[in-house]
Antibody
Framework: QITLKESGPTLVKPTQTLTLTCTFSGFSLSTSGVGVGWIRQPPGKALEWLALIYWDDDKRYSPSLKSRLTITKDTSKNQVVLTMTNMDPVDTATYYC?????????????WGQGTLVTVSS | QSVLTQPPSASGTPGQRVTISCSGSSSNIGSNTVNWYQQLPGTAPKLLIYSNNQRPSGVPDRFSGSKSGTSASLAISGLQSEDEADYYCAAWDDSLNGHVVFGGGTKLTVL
């Protein structure tokens, strides 16, 4: 059974750095072709892809947010960490992590439940 | 402004067939496969269609996908009340070092 779960702060202040952790089970990020990505969704708005890391440590970022994002993995702990710097109220959203199926396809076959992050002073 | 363009809303009555379109460009839909996600109210998105027209295990065959050129479509036949949800298309985009792009979503209402 494949599961993913996001964890991190529910409230951050403007200009702070957000660190989110995705802890997963049921698959290994050392398996060829496997990736884990982050997607966010502001309240009432559309999904927005943020970042993706593959089994071979290949990393891809949203072009519009690339300067603020860092994605890393700890294969031994089955975790993927996303950091986003210089948080702003417009970054308020539910942040999801999801397993990426196949390579360079945009196919996320398993999703976490999401975690709501509010940016406010 | 999402890279992939979807109609903001769609509707149908139970039993009807509804289609949702997704328009992109040569760098995304034109050269890569399309995925569709269903998001029921208050829940995480769920993969509905992958590789243009493939259904993951457990997805009813009432849902089907197709692609032509730089556009794709999701069709739902035999519409049911539980199909009322937001639907998103997504694809890989080859530009700018490669990244994932989503559509703006379509809210499907079952009348």
């Amino acid at each position: 059974q494949i599961t993913l779960k996001e964890s991190g702060p529910t409230l951050v202040k403007p200009t702070q750095t957000l660190t989110l952790t995705c802890t997963f089970s049921g698959f290994s990020l050392s398996t060829s072709g496997v990736g884990v990505g982050w997607i966010r969704q502001p309240p009432g708005k559309a999904l927005e892809w943020l970042a993706l890391i593959y089994w071979d440590d290949d990393k891809r970022y949203s072009p519009s947010l690339k300067s603020r994002l860092t994605i890393t993995k700890d294969t031994s702990k089955n975790q993927v960490v996303l950091t986003m710097t210089n948080m702003d109220p417009v970054d308020t959203a539910t942040y999801y992590c999801a397993r990426h199926y196949d390579i360079l396809t945009g196919t996320f076959d398993y999703w976490g439940q999401g975690t709501l992050v509010t940016v406010s002073s | 402004q999402s890279v992939l363009t979807q109609p903001p809303s769609a509707s149908g009555t139970p039993g009807q067939r509804v289609t949702i379109s997704c328009s992109g460009s040569s760098s995304n839909i034109g050269s890569n496969t399309v995925n569709w996600y269903q998001q029921l109210p208050g829940t995480a998105p769920k993969l509905l269609i992958y590789s243009n027209n493939q259904r993951p295990s457990g997805v009813p065959d009432r849902f089907s996908g197709s692609k032509s050129g730089t556009s794709a479509s999701l069709a739902i036949s035999g519409l049911q009340s539980e199909d009322e949800a937001d639907y998103y298309c997504a694809a890989w985009d080859d530009s700018l070092n490669g990244h994932v792009v989503f559509g703006g979503g379509t809210k499907l209402t079952v009348l």
